[in-house]
């Protein structure tokens, strides 16, 4: 057991390590351009401004509400945390998967049960669009991905561009595009095929009857003479 903690403080240390690497490397020249406001008055009209694209966002309301923090900060702050974090976790082995489905389940669930004790019906089609589409994405990593790849470079990957996908499906209305464009067009070619199929056997059946009742009837006719 300690040497698997052991192992883990190292891995850790050298996500850390990357990470403070690559700070280093940003180029501060390029920062000289960003203008900064120089008046309170021009800090409040920024604000206000990107306020305006989170409105609706549930939980950043009750955020607000609480800590008075207008919601581009807050998005801001919990922006970097978020990218912090998932950048660290997601080079200690296991810890990216963990994080992936936190993210992908936690916020969910919470807004699905307010959506179902409300009256509105909107959030209900919403967050069960977010849920068909979350389960292709489960259904592609166990027939597709693999156990053994989500651990392994690509697997890292992949779940860091899964994590950027979830968290547009939850709050830039991603879920919906995805499924018009992917999850309804394939479920629909199945279920046209599962169509198909059922029809065919149907007419199997009915012919395999059809013939039974012939042959019955034959026989039949033969006992009688």
């Known amino acids: 057991m300690a040497m698997d903690m052991e192992d883990l403080k190292d891995q850790f240390n050298d996500a ?3 990470v403070t690497d ?16 120089a008046s309170k008055e021009e800090v409040l009209e920024i604000t206000e401004k990107y306020d305006k694209k989170f409105d609706g966002v549930p939980f950043l309301d009750e955020l607000v509400e609480q800590t008075q923090i207008p919601k581009s900060i807050l998005v801001g702050v919990i922006g970097v945390a978020s990218l912090l974090f998932t950048i660290v976790s997601f080079n200690v082995k ?6 992936t489905n936190l993210i992908g389940y936690a916020y969910p ?3 699905s049960i307010k959506a179902i004790n409300s009256e509105q019906k909107d959030d209900d089609t919403k967050w069960l669009t977010y849920w068909v589409v979350y389960s292709y994405f489960f259904l592609f990593e166990m ?3 693999g156990p053994v790849a989500q651990v392994s470079a690509f697997g890292r990957t992949y779940f860091l561009a ?15 595009i995805l499924y018009n464009l992917v999850v309804y067009p394939l479920t629909h070619t199945f279920f046209k ?16 009857n059809s013939a039974y009742m012939k042959r019955a009837a034959t026989k039949e006719d033969e006992d009688e003479n």
């Open 16 to 18: 850390v390590k990357a």
């Open 22 to 37: 690559s700070l280093k490397g940003l180029d501060v020249d390029s920062l000289k351009d960003i203008k900064i406001p």
């Open 143 to 145: 027939l597709v991905l």
């Open 94 to 99: 296991f810890l990216g998967v963990f994080t």
């Open 109 to 111: 669930a919470y807004a």
């Open 193 to 208: 095929t599962k169509e198909k199929i059922e029809d065919y056997l149907g007419q199997f059946e009915e012919y395999n």
């Open 162 to 176: 899964k994590v950027a996908a979830l968290t547009w499906c939850q709050f830039g209305g991603g879920a919906t």
